[in-house]
């Protein structure tokens, strides 16, 4: 996507004694809430499933999800074998050459042709987190195979962008030359540079996203394909390694990143690397770097943000709260205290989801999306959906059948999350579905340069602008790409050089993915990764 900033907020340092008071305090707040939690008993029932889906297939969520699977297939870069999108065919496969490596696999970025290690290391955990938690409701329709293949096209492009330990390549292609062309990838002519990271220049929160991606990618290709998930739990340890030694942002390195993604800051990329690291491995000493040794200083204990490509605070807190839900051997008292604290945490923002919460947030259009910002507002939607839903199945299956928000308790709260799946998909003042390809009113001019040049178009870098600003619907149908959303108005101009509202990403398509993965049926969550 062509351009985003977030703020970055972090706590300063949480002594042991605090962080025992405060736990202390929970317990007898929810303590003196008995009463008034038991008064309101009935309105929630004792079962061991509390759900708003029923037990079967939920149609439409499965027909958006197979679509919204195809959109992996329009970014793929590299020697095309099989792939379900007619008009996309072979590029970049000369991608790394200029350093004697094969960067041709990966995934363009979103509208562009340009190949974003740290979105891209984003997308492939993402994918690897819905495909763990959701692979047997993937597989019921018929999605996992698909989930699966577009998974490893990216993790095989990792795997070439880290030659060595401390390097990694995370850019291919120059933004500034891409964006004075508009052409199709197979007829792409402009110089296509690399870009990297090492000791001398760092990018913490590229490598440890990176990480986090193979670390949770090996998880998934563990009883598939044990060799290729040994040699990614290999990269992933040899990048955390590299990113936690040499720490330094990417966008103080390399200043020219700051344009498009632009970081702000790498603890949360830390924690959440660590994070996929314990559940890859088991290995107490990643659990302790997420807890005491680092948790006070990165995990912005009670001050939950939105979960985003930038931001993997929400994120860390729900997963670690998993281990609080399911339990571990043999953890200290410490490291129990600070599995507590991400939860609180995690719960914080969960009640703030919640539309009639005392603690709901305010960032919400009227018809109630998740609006934080112009810029691709439903990932913001999209990615707290997908955590709600994740959290509720989390309480589901631990049999914990209530949330407590300052006074008022509720149950499981994956209403709100299909309340964001069904605005994406057309319940909105618009009745415009954001998914291209479901249902009748979508998107027609979608920015996206493979999607809006015939196939057999004749046009070179400068002239194929006249597609860009052409007014005719898009002869290629990019099915499954999910555009970047509304205005906090809830309008939206499906005009093709509006980026801002109109152009896709592989880490929007990642989200939508986990999203109706894990609401197309009924899930059940194992309790162990």
Known sequence: MEGEEKAYHRESNTSWCCKLFLLLYIALVASASTFTILRNFNLYYHSSRVSGRPGGIVQNYSD??????????????????????????DSGLRDGSEEGLDLSKGMYDAGDLIKFGFPMAFTATVLSWSILEYGEQMKKVKQLGHAHDSLKWITDYLINAHPSPNVLYIQVGDPELDHKCWQRPETMTERRPLVQINTSFPGTEVAAETAAAMASASLVFRKIDSAYSKLLLKHAKQLFVFADTYRGSYSISIPQVQQFYNSSGYGDEQLWAATWLYHATGEVDYLRYVTEQNGPAFANWGSPSWFSWDDKHAATQVLMSRISFFGAKDLSMAENIDIQMYRKTAEVFMCGLIPDSPTATSDRTDNGLIWVEEWNCL???????????LYSDYMVASQTEMLYCDGKIYNPVESFAISQADYALGKNPMKMSYLVGYGSNY????????????????????DGFKWLYSPDPNPNVAVGALVGGPFQNESYMDIRNNSMQGEPSTYNSALIVALLSGLVSTSSVAKHL
């Open 64 to 89: 958006a999800l197979g679509l919204a699977t195809q959109f992996f297939d329009a970014q793929k870069s590299g020697k095309l074998v099989v792939n379900r999108v007619g008009w996309r065919g």
């Open 379 to 389: 990932q913001h939607a999209l990615s707290s959906a997908f955590l709600a839903v």
């Open 443 to 462: 998107p027609q001019q979608v920015h996206h340069r493979g999607s809006s040049i015939p196939v057999d178009a004749d046009t070179g870098c400068s």
